[in-house]
DNA sequence: CGTTGCATTGAGGAAAATCAAGTTGAGTGG
DNA sequence: CCACTCAACTTGATTTTCCTCAATGCAACG
């Protein structure tokens, strides 16, 4: 138990709009979320980037960098955070040691792969408003399951980053935001968003183009 | 050395059309392809579906299901091939006692993360002919890699699976085919595929909209 | 109190979806 | 071997969706 505590000993804390990482830099560590909010963004070579994640408490950055050793992506503080520092190679270690240790690592990296295949369903096949559904139901269920409201809460990102995410322009986003709002789906108010009809939402989603 | 046999000791034959696993398969086993070509679906509960990937001779398949222990998306083999069954829970003990392979198993899943994110850079941002030029050259790259012609090969997947790969409809697929065809860019027919200019399908793909 | 960065809204245009015929080729059975 | 069938593919016309461009609004901050 020591030992594991000896894991995530170290913490870092970030400024907001301060980069965890970025595309290129050595895998030494791997990140937990204490507190704050954060974005990945993959990179391709042309300068085109889109954000990956919206990261939160409780989350493990850094993944993506184990396959070649180095970070395939930036991470950025969309507030100020704070993160554990996870030294990989010690992890490897201990989890050698500690089976249960080990299988919660693999289930979190495939935990990743599931969340991928969800966004990609997302940006193959779902229209403005049904991504922006998707994403507002998201994020709420997330905020729940970390004992904030899942009906109220503030965006910590912009348009432009939600619309990165979902493969949208800000425009699009700003005016699904309206629309949802004309339908009494949700009041929002810049970053406020209070969701008044969580279900219609969902069904939202569920409509096929026919 | 001989228990790393034993780990990729079964195997097992599909026919075209057959299915590895489908989501909500509990998990058992790894698989490892050895010959053949394959793809995974991932499902949205409403019905809809999307090609999350196509997968080679090589490919480790089933990452998806450590996660939760059951199969997240389907496993559908697009022509007769042969796949190593791994037991997963045998796989975890032998990489607790060899390093070795416990960082390969790591390297494996985060780069299947990778991946993702690659594919979400595409749908996210890029264009209909960009998506496919993007698609070919990524497909002659893993058969070169693989020791086949990276110029001249055969399609597996219908025009329709191409699209659900990457999110478009499959007269958008035949048509940005016919296109590239004019432009001396590839030929194509039917499911051949010769590319005729790789360095012009690369240039194609930095071609940001403005 | 103007500057600055987001956000909203509208108008017009481009890209891809949809709808609708045809074409091709592989497989099947006479 | 040939006619038939069926699925996959191609191509054209039209429509939808989202992007682009542009103007304006709004809050935060020095």
């Given at each position: 138990m020591a030992r594991v505590d000896r894991l995530v000993n170290h913490r870092r804390k970030l400024r907001r709009?301060?980069?965890?990482?970025?595309?290129?830099n050595p895998l030494a560590v791997l990140y937990a979320i204490r507190s704050g909010f954060m974005k990945t963004c993959a990179l391709h070579d042309d300068g085109r980037e889109q954000v990956a994640g919206f990261h939160m408490m409780g989350d493990l950055l850094g993944?993506?960098?184990?396959?070649?050793?180095?970070?395939m992506c930036d991470a950025v503080a969309l507030e100020d955070s704070e993160v554990c520092e996870i030294p990989f190679a010690y992890l490897e270690q201990l989890s050698r040691e500690l089976p249960s240790l080990q299988h919660q690592l693999h289930r979190i990296m495939s935990r990743e792969i599931v969340r991928d295949y969800g966004v990609m369903l997302l940006l193959g096949t779902m229209k403005a408003e049904e991504r922006l559904a998707a994403f507002l139901l998201n994020l709420s269920q997330r905020f729940a399951a970390r004992g904030y409201s899942a009906t109220e809460f503030n965006l910590r990102m912009t348009r432009e980053e939600i619309g990165s995410y979902l493969g949208l322009k800000l425009e699009t986003i700003s005016r699904a935001f309206s629309r949802f709002q004309q339908d009494n789906l949700i009041e929002v108010r810049h970053k406020h968003v209070r969701i008044r009809d969580p279900e219609r939402l969902r069904l939202l989603i569920g409509q096929q183009c026919p």
């Amino acid at each position: 138990m020591a030992r594991v505590d000896r894991l995530v000993n170290h913490r870092r804390k970030l400024r907001r709009g301060e980069h965890l990482y970025r595309a290129g830099n050595p895998l030494a560590v791997l990140y937990a979320i204490r507190s704050g909010f954060m974005k990945t963004c993959a990179l391709h070579d042309d300068g085109r980037e889109q954000v990956a994640g919206f990261h939160m408490m409780g989350d493990l950055l850094g993944l993506d960098a184990i396959s070649s050793g180095r970070h395939m992506c930036d991470a950025v503080a969309l507030e100020d955070s704070e993160v554990c520092e996870i030294p990989f190679a010690y992890l490897e270690q201990l989890s050698r040691e500690l089976p249960s240790l080990q299988h919660q690592l693999h289930r979190i990296m495939s935990r990743e792969i599931v969340r991928d295949y969800g966004v990609m369903l997302l940006l193959g096949t779902m229209k403005a408003e049904e991504r922006l559904a998707a994403f507002l139901l998201n994020l709420s269920q997330r905020f729940a399951a970390r004992g904030y409201s899942a009906t109220e809460f503030n965006l910590r990102m912009t348009r432009e980053e939600i619309g990165s995410y979902l493969g949208l322009k800000l425009e699009t986003i700003s005016r699904a935001f309206s629309r949802f709002q004309q339908d009494n789906l949700i009041e929002v108010r810049h970053k406020h968003v209070r969701i008044r009809d969580p279900e219609r939402l969902r069904l939202l989603i569920g409509q096929q183009c026919p």
